[in-house]
C-alpha cells in the first residue's frame, strides 16, 4: 500500500537531526537504481529552515521542512522525456539515475523546488524516501528515524488516517517560508503538514497610571467587517498572543471591565505583527 510522510511542525525542535541523516545516508553512497551519490553540499533532499516571525520582544521561531511531496500525479513524471521518472507502488516518486540525460525539464515542472541538479554527474536528484532501505526492509526513511521528537513520522496512509484529517498540504509553489497552503497543490500528495505557521497579532497592555500590566483584558481581533475573528484574554504579564490568523487587515479590540475601551484599526498580517505597548486608562 501506498505510504505517507507525516511532518508536524509543532514538535520540530530545530535540532537538523533529520536534514544530517539524510546527508549521512546518501552523500558518497551510491544507491543506484534508486539514486547517485548526493553532492556534499547544494542539495538537501530534506531541507529544514529557520522561520523567525515577529518584532522583538514578540518573535516565535518554526523550523519548516521542504521535501519532495511524492505526488501521486506528479508534474515531473509528465514533463521526462527520458521517462526516467516513475512511481512505486509504494508511493515514492523516484528519478532513475540510469534513465536520467539531464534534461532538466523535471526541475522546472516541479512546484516545490524539490529537485536539483547535480552538475558533476549531470542528472537530476531529490528525495526518495531511502527507498533502498524500504526495500530491505526498513519501516522509515533515515531522516524519520532520526527525528527525536517524533516531528517526523511516515507510514501507511491508512493508519494515519486521523492525523491527515487535521493536516494540511503545501500549495504549488510553496518552495520557500510563509508560502500558503490549500488548493493550489497537485490532485494528491504524499507529505502532509501539522501546524504550519499562519500569522499573528501580539502585544502588551498596561495601566500608565498604575505603571502596571494589566491581567485580563479581552483582546478581540476582527475582519474588515467587523465580524470577530478570534479572543484571547492577556496573561499576568499583559501579554497577548492571536495565533493562526490569515493575511488581512484587522481590527484589534481591548476591553477590561472599569477601564476605557480601546481599537486599533488597520492591522495588516502580511507578516505577524507586535503592536506593541497598549495603553488603558480608566
Not at 502585544?203 to 481581533?221: F, I, K, M, N
Request: aromatic letters at 8%.
Amino acid at each position: 500500500m501506498a505510504k505517507v510522510m507525516i511532518i508536524d511542525i509543532t514538535k520540530c525542535n530545530g535540532c537538523y537531526n533529520c536534514q544530517i541523516a539524510c546527508k549521512d545516508e546518501h552523500v558518497g553512497n551510491d544507491w543506484t537504481p534508486i539514486a547517485k551519490p548526493q553532492p556534499d553540499t547544494g542539495q538537501f533532499w530534506m531541507r529544514t529552515e529557520d522561520i523567525v516571525r515577529g518584532q522583538v520582544p514578540k518573535v516565535k521561531v518554526a523550523y519548516m521542512h521542504h521535501v519532495c511531496q511524492h505526488c501521486d500525479d506528479a508534474p515531473c513524471i509528465a514533463a521526462c522525456k527520458s521517462h526516467a521518472v516513475y512511481k512505486r507502488e509504494d508511493g515514492a516518486v523516484i528519478i532513475d539515475p540510469g534513465k536520467c540525460t539531464g534534461q532538466r525539464n523535471c526541475l522546472a515542472a516541479c512546484p516545490y523546488g524539490a529537485i536539483y541538479y547535480n552538475e558533476d554527474l549531470q542528472l537530476a536528484q531529490k528525495c526518495t524516501w531511502c527507498a533502498h532501505l524500504l526495500d530491505e526492509g526498513w519501516k522509515e526513511p533515515r531522516c524519520v528515524d532520526a527525528c527525536p521528537t517524533g516531528a517526523l513520522k511516515f507510514g501507511e496512509e491508512a493508519d494515519f488516517a486521523d492525523l491527515i484529517a487535521g493536516a494540511e498540504v503545501l500549495s504549488a509553489g510553496a518552495g520557500d517560508a510563509g508560502a500558503a497552503v490549500g488548493a493550489a497543490a497537485p490532485p494528491k500528495v504524499r507529505t502532509y503538514y501539522i501546524g504550519i505557521p499562519k500569522r499573528f497579532i501580539a502585544g502588551s497592555v498596561y495601566d500608565p497610571a498604575q505603571d502596571r500590566c494589566l491581567e485580563g483584558v479581552t483582546v478581540t481581533v476582527a475582519d474588515e467587517a467587523g465580524a470577530p475573528v478570534a479572543s484571547r484574554v492577556t496573561d499576568s504579564f499583559g501579554d497577548f498572543w492571536v495565533d493562526g490568523l490569515p493575511v488581512g487587515t484587522f481590527s484589534v479590540a481591548f476591553e477590561k471591565a472599569g477601564y476605557r475601551s480601546k481599537s486599533l484599526d488597520g492591522v495588516d498580517t502580511t507578516i505577524d505583527i507586535n503592536v506593541g505597548d497598549i495603553e488603558l486608562s480608566r
